[in-house]
Nanobody
Framework: QVQLVESGGGLVQAGGSLRLSCAASGVIFRINAMGWYRQAPGKQRELVATIPNDGSTNYADSVKGRFTISRDNAKNTVYLQMNNLKPEDTAVYYC???????????????WGQGTQVTVSS
């Protein structure tokens, strides 16, 4: 069974940095796109950044120039380096990956459990 396990969230002051990690485990045939989403209280979940398996990247306008997404295919892991954090970045951050397995050869979307990021002013 495939699982995504996130780590790296926490409390930080405005202007600070955090690095989130998300590792996929299980019997994996291939990982296609990976990404990070976030959900603030009372708001809908929104895209933060994505990285397909060709290494290209896509960012929400609100995080461009501050956040960097990367992946280590050998470790089945995606990272999100967050710099110059702002109070409006406070949210639960979720990892997402499109993963092909023997049972789902064309890929299936998986989500992590979420990690809280709180930025104080």
């Amino acid at each position: 069974q495939v699982q995504l396990v996130e780590s790296g969230g926490g409390l930080v002051q405005a202007g600070g940095s955090l690095r989130l990690s998300c590792a996929a485990s299980g019997v994996i045939f291939r990982i296609n796109a990976m990404g990070w989403y976030r959900q603030a209280p009372g708001k809908q979940r929104e895209l933060v950044a994505t990285i397909p398996n060709d290494g290209s990247t896509n960012y929400a306008d609100s995080v461009k120039g501050r956040f960097t997404i990367s992946r280590d295919n050998a470790k089945n892991t995606v990272y999100l380096q967050m710099n110059n954090l702002k109070p409006e970045d406070t949210a639960v951050y979720y990892c997402n990956a499109a993963i092909a397995t023997i049972g789902a050869p064309y890929g299936k979307s998986y989500w992590g459990q979420g990690t809280q990021v709180t930025v104080s002013s």
